[in-house]
């Protein structure tokens, strides 16, 4: 599986951005998906998660109820709307795809996209 993630730029504090990770050479069916991001210094998060074949999903803490993970099964593809951004969102954001033992988990994924630069300015 290859992920490839976009999206990501420039926002204002309170902006919103959206980013998509389109895979290629399998379909996502039988995988859980979700979207990690590394702010400078800090380890690498879990933001939020979504298994693929059902529409239930995991969301840290930090982002619940401003980011909405969603996938689009016809064109395989795995999006995560940021709205009400704030500068501690600031980070490269980047998609998984595997098999975590449970949504909230951030080890078990083996398809890793490359990282999109999410900043957002106060």
């Known amino acids: 599986v290859q992920l490839q993630a976009s999206g990501g730029g420039l926002a204002q504090a309170g902006g919103s951005l959206r980013l998509s990770c389109a895979a290629s050479g399998r379909t996502f069916s039988t995988y859980r998906t979700g979207w990690f991001r590394q702010a400078p210094g800090k380890e690498r998060e879990i933001v939020a998660a979504i298994m693929w074949s059902e529409n239930s999903a995991y969301y840290a803490d930090s982002v619940k109820g401003r980011f909405t993970i969603s996938r689009d099964i016809a064109k395989n593809t795995l999006y995560l709307q940021m709205n009400s951004l704030k500068p501690e969102d600031t980070a490269v954001y980047s998609c998984?795809?595997?098999?975590?033992?449970?949504?909230?988990?951030?080890?078990?994924?083996?398809?890793w996209g490359q990282g999109t630069l999410v900043t957002v300015s106060s």
């Open positions: 998984a795809a595997g098999l975590p033992a449970a949504l909230n988990w951030s080890t078990g994924y083996t398809y």
